[in-house]
């Protein structure tokens, strides 16, 4: 009979269980180990293996068990975390968070999606790192503004470096999306919509590699800008978006400020939505979803923007 797997991964140590309520079996989170893991995983029927995202210690698991072949799912520790207090499941250890990871699995039955391996993932991590060193940047810049004079001069040189560091990323994201055909061709094409630049272009490509390929319905819930309605009884409250890839829903917030100036077809539709009283964040919000099935469609017909 098929099972869902739970893995508890933390920096030494992988505890896993087969099912919500088998043995505990724990192994250290080396490559060898690791390897040991998977080969004993390939020979069990498996529907679903649910790890959690721990901030870079699931990743050397998740990339074997990919190249394996398994149906590795990586979740939000915080939905699990929910999952667990909504059932009463309280207490928490390494071989508890294991087996709940299972059951999670089992009920909750989350989507298996390609886990980006290569070339791809090579990307993914470059992109990473270039938001790391944009907020770093920021970061500076604003300590620059309240940074006594004696401190000042400390900055700059670190600023430079740091701007340095961002340019060569960029070439090699560039030129690395560059020699790939059909993702050149997607980023000429993305870029034809106003508000839409190369920052923009570059994370919609290698973090949504799923653009074009899914509904309006589909893809805007996946990026979490799909509206969550909060009514009871005769209660109608504020919908709100959350969840999804938060560096595309970032990128994309950014573009609609960018288009709400210099896109006239959704300037129009921003106006519009601020003149009906709708406050300036939800209306650049609503933007960004247009934006985003505008998109979609552009990658999915392979079709410049048309106003």
Same mark, same amino acid.
């Given at each position: 009979?098929?099972?869902?797997?739970?893995?508890?991964?933390?920096?030494?140590?992988?505890?896993?269980?087969?099912?919500?309520?088998?043995?505990?079996?724990?192994?250290?989170?080396? *490559?060898?180990?690791?390897?040991? +893991? #998977?080969?004993?995983?390939? /020979? =069990?029927?498996?529907?679903?293996?649910?790890?959690? %995202? !721990?901030?870079?210690?699931?990743?050397?698991?998740?990339?074997?068990?990919?190249?394996?072949?398994?149906?590795?799912?990586?979740?939000?520790?915080?939905?699990?975390?929910?999952?667990?207090?909504?059932?009463?499941?309280?207490?928490?250890?390494?071989?508890?968070?294991?087996?709940?990871?299972?059951?999670?699995?089992?009920?909750?039955?989350?989507?298996?999606?390609?886990?980006?391996?290569?070339?791809?993932?090579?990307?993914?991590?470059?992109?990473?790192?270039? *938001?790391?060193?944009?907020?770093? +940047? #920021?970061?500076?810049?604003? /300590? =620059?503004?309240?940074?006594?004079?004696?401190?000042? %001069? !400390?900055?700059?040189?670190?600023?430079?470096?740091?701007?340095?560091?961002?340019?060569?990323?960029?070439?090699?994201?560039?030129?690395?999306?560059?020699?790939?055909?059909?993702?050149?061709?997607?980023?000429?094409?993305v870029q034809t919509t106003p508000g839409v630049g190369p920052g923009v272009s570059r994370t919609l490509l290698i973090?949504?590699?799923?653009?074009?390929?899914?509904?309006?319905?589909?893809?805007?819930?996946?990026?979490?800008?799909?509206?969550?309605?909060?009514?009871?009884?005769?209660?109608?409250?504020?919908?709100?978006?959350?969840?999804?890839?938060?560096?595309?829903?970032?990128?994309?917030?950014?573009?609609?400020?960018?288009?709400?100036?210099?896109?006239?077809?959704?300037?129009?539709?921003?106006?519009?939505?601020?003149?009906?009283?709708?406050?300036?964040?939800?209306?650049?919000?609503?933007?960004?979803?247009?934006?985003?099935?505008?998109?979609?469609?552009?990658?999915?017909?392979?079709?410049?923007?048309?106003?």
């Open positions: 009979m098929a099972v869902n797997i739970g893995i508890d991964v933390s920096k030494a140590f992988l505890d896993w269980s087969e099912g919500p309520k088998g043995p505990i079996e724990r192994v250290s989170n080396q *490559r060898r180990s690791i390897a040991a +893991l #998977v080969r004993k995983l390939r /020979r =069990l029927e498996i529907l679903r293996i649910i790890v959690e %995202s !721990t901030g870079g210690y699931e990743r050397d698991l998740v990339q074997q068990l990919a190249r394996a072949g398994l149906p590795v799912v990586v979740v939000n520790p915080r939905r699990v975390r929910s999952f667990g207090e909504s059932i009463g499941w309280l207490a928490k250890t390494d071989g508890i968070d294991a087996r709940l990871l299972a059951l999670f699995g089992e009920k909750v039955e989350p989507e298996i999606r390609p886990i980006l391996q290569g070339r791809e993932r090579l990307l993914a991590d470059l992109i990473a790192r270039r *938001r790391q060193l944009m907020k770093l +940047l #920021v970061s500076e810049k604003n /300590r =620059l503004g309240t940074a006594s004079d004696v401190l000042r %001069s !400390t900055f700059p040189p670190i600023v430079r470096a740091i701007e340095k560091q961002i340019e060569k990323l960029d070439v090699r994201i560039d030129s690395m999306i560059g020699e790939n055909e059909d993702q050149a061709e997607l980023r000429q094409l973090d949504l590699p799923e653009l074009g390929h899914l509904g309006r319905r589909e893809i805007t819930s996946l990026v979490g800008l799909a509206p969550f309605a909060r009514d009871s009884g005769t209660f109608r409250g504020y919908r709100r978006v959350r969840g999804g890839r938060a560096s595309v829903r970032t990128a994309l917030y950014l573009a609609a400020m960018t288009a709400t100036r210099f896109n006239p077809t959704m300037k129009v539709v921003y106006d519009r939505m601020i003149a009906d009283g709708k406050a300036p964040k939800l209306a650049l919000v609503a933007i960004a979803r247009k934006l985003l099935v505008a998109l979609n469609a552009i990658a999915r017909d392979r079709e410049a923007w048309q106003p």
